[in-house]
């Protein structure tokens, strides 16, 4: 559709050729059907209003108790169906051979073993090498660690 404007202030005038009248209709019935849809929806979301009496009360009641009833409902579905999920992911692990597992726990307590030793070694380095001498040489100026007065 195509629009041109007269004046400032005027409204558009709209010129319609063949194309622009079934897309017109077609943006019509697109538009009416959203109108509907949306009214259908603002009944459906409105809550039942109150009514005198214990009746409206006690469908108001009745529908709650239902709605809490398909809701523990689904999520007992829920719970069920992940429980399910569960059991088949478990059947998917291979677990390894014993053989497997004795080596590779022999390997990190090794490991673990040599880094333990590594740096065991590095810090007797530093004491013996480093901070001995230091040591040594302050308490010959007066100062130092363990001095008594």
Known sequence: MSTQKKDKGST????LTEGDVSEESH???EAKAKDEAAKDKKVKDEAPKKGKGDKAKGKEG???IDDTEIELGE??????QFLKDVVVEFTKITWP???????ETWSVLFLVALITLLVLGFDWFLAHAIFGPLEHWARLHGGGVGLQH
């Open 27 to 29: 943006n019509a019935a």
């Open 62 to 64: 009745k529908k709650a």
């Open 12 to 15: 558009p005038s709209t010129k």
């Open 75 to 80: 999520s007992l579905k829920d719970i069920r």
């Open 97 to 103: 051979a014993r053989t497997q597992v004795l080596q």
